[in-house]
């Protein structure tokens, strides 16, 4: 599969992420392209005992944090190597696992009520919005929250951008008013 492939020569390309953070934690959450920059955890609200899906979960690192919080985490990335780095590097970890599927797919075909979805530069860039947005509100449980984050779209780009270093991927370069208003259309 193209994707799966593109996907693949990225996750070879990354560089491990650092054992500790500025502040020495082994843990936390990495919102943005730039190094222990972004909100913690506190805007996910109450994290003990809920259930977190990441979709584009990468090698783990935020969903080890999550875990380390009492949260039950699942993650999710199409890469089958970044799903072994994450098993190598947390599956020690409680309450964390992690699959090598494709994010619709998985939604689809997996049940349960999920208290918080967060993508992190992950799928919810990468897939067309009007798939997968009501997919996850399908999930969510009354209270849940989506969380995600992306660069901001490119100037002069249309909607819809393509992944300069995976060509078989697709990017949806919204405006934060265009992801407001793809929100409350899925609910």
């Given amino acids: 599969m193209e994707v799966v ?3 693949e020569r990225y996750a070879q390309g990354r560089t491990p992420r650092r054992d500790t953070n500025a502040s020495g934690a082994r843990t936390w959450l990495n919102w943005t392209q730039y190094p ?3 909100p913690d955890e506190s805007i996910l609200g109450e994290l003990q005992g809920r259930t ?4 584009g979960c990468g090698t783990g690192c935020n969903l080890a944090h999550l875990s380390t919080l009492g949260a039950n985490c699942v993650g999710v990335d199409i890469s089958p190597s970044q799903r072994r ?3 190598a590097r947390w599956g020690h970890l409680p309450g964390l696992t992690f699959h090598t599927a494709e994010v619709t797919d998985y939604l689809s075909h997996t049940y349960g009520p999920l208290d918080v979805v967060l993508s992190i530069f992950g799928p ?3 897939t067309d919005p009007e798939q997968l947005l009501p997919l996850i509100r399908k999930r969510l449980s009354p209270d849940g929250v989506l969380v995600f984050s992306h660069k901001p779209p490119m ?3 249309q909607p819809v951008g393509t992944l300069r270093a995976a060509k078989a991927v697709t990017r949806w370069d919204y ?3 265009e992801w407001s208003a793809l929100l409350i259309s899925s609910g």
């Fill in 85 to 87: 780095k994450a098993v």
């Fill in 124 to 126: 919810v860039w990468f």
């Fill in 175 to 177: 405006t934060p008013e």
């Fill in 36 to 38: 222990d920059h972004g």
């Fill in 52 to 55: 977190v899906l990441e979709l």
């Fill in 5 to 7: 492939d593109a996907w």
């Fill in 155 to 157: 100037v002069g780009s």
